[in-house]
T-cell receptor
Framework: GALVYQYPRRTICKSGTSMRMECQAV??????VAWYRQSPQKTFELIAL?????????EQNFTQEKFPISHPNLSFSSMTVLNAYLEDRGLYLC??????????FGKGTRLTVV | GDSVTQTEGQVTVSESKSLIINCTYS????????LFWYVRYPGEGLQLLLK?????QKGSSRGFEATYNKEATSFHLQKASVQESDSAVYYC????????????FGLGTTLQVQP
């Protein structure tokens, strides 16, 4: 079956520091990977969509300078939250696409900023 | 812009009773939306519950069903008889066709089924 692993599941970082989260697709080739964030009391917002061999497309309000993403192959992606502050806390979800419209989600990385 | 509005907060239903979680959408981008219901069980990731890509059609899975009503711009989730194992957070979502992969989610509705 198709599975998506995310790690770490939970992390705490000090304000102003950075943290990296990873996403691994197992059992299928992830042609695209989407990173979402769910802030407290909000819904999931798309940060960026990364397609292998194409430019990463960031949504409005999210930038590569703040959320650099690496997508080196069809099974792995990572995203870093640089210079994290309180407003960056939340649940970060990775969605790996097997085809353009079929996406599998990981369990998420919960980021706490102290 | 494109948006999804669903029943807010928590819904509590007794086991074997019926359920409806409302969802309406706004899709101002070019194209017709595909509509989805996702579910997140405690400790798990988002899972696709059902999807409908054509207006007027009904999707169903695990006893849940939802009809894509283009006139009312609605996609309400219903189940005739809920079970305790249905307790989870349910998200209505849309994807505008022509937009590669991007999903727009509602705020989520927490379903608590009481035994």
């Amino acid at each position: 079956g198709a599975l998506v692993y995310q790690y770490p599941r939970r992390t705490i970082c000090k304000s102003g520091t950075s943290m990296r989260m990873e996403c691994q697709a197992v059992g299928f080739q992830a042609t695209s990977v989407a990173w979402y964030r769910q802030s407290p009391q909000k819904t999931f917002e798309l940060i960026a969509l990364s397609t292998v061999n194409s430019a990463i497309k960031y949504e409005q309000n999210f930038t590569q300078e703040k959320f650099p993403i690496s997508h080196p192959n069809l099974s792995f992606s990572s995203m870093t939250v640089l210079n994290a502050y309180l407003e960056d806390r939340g649940l970060y979800l990775c969605g790996a696409y097997r085809v353009r419209t079929e996406v599998f989600f990981g369990k998420g990385t919960r980021l706490t900023v102290v | 812009g494109d948006s999804v509005t669903q029943t807010e907060g928590q819904v509590t239903v007794s086991e074997s009773k019926s359920l409806i979680i409302n969802c309406t959408y706004s899709a101002t981008s070019i194209g017709y939306p595909n509509l989805f219901w996702y579910v997140r069980y405690p400790g798990e990731g988002l899972q696709l519950l059902l999807k409908v890509i054509t207006a007027g059609q009904k999707g169903s899975s695990r006893g849940f069903e939802a009809t894509y009503n283009k006139e009312a711009t609605s996609f309400h989730l219903q189940k005739a008889s809920v079970q305790e194992s249905d307790s989870a957070v349910y998200y209505c979502a849309l994807r505008v066709t022509g937009n590669t992969g991007k999903l727009i989610f509602g705020l989520g509705t927490t379903l608590q089924v009481q035994p």
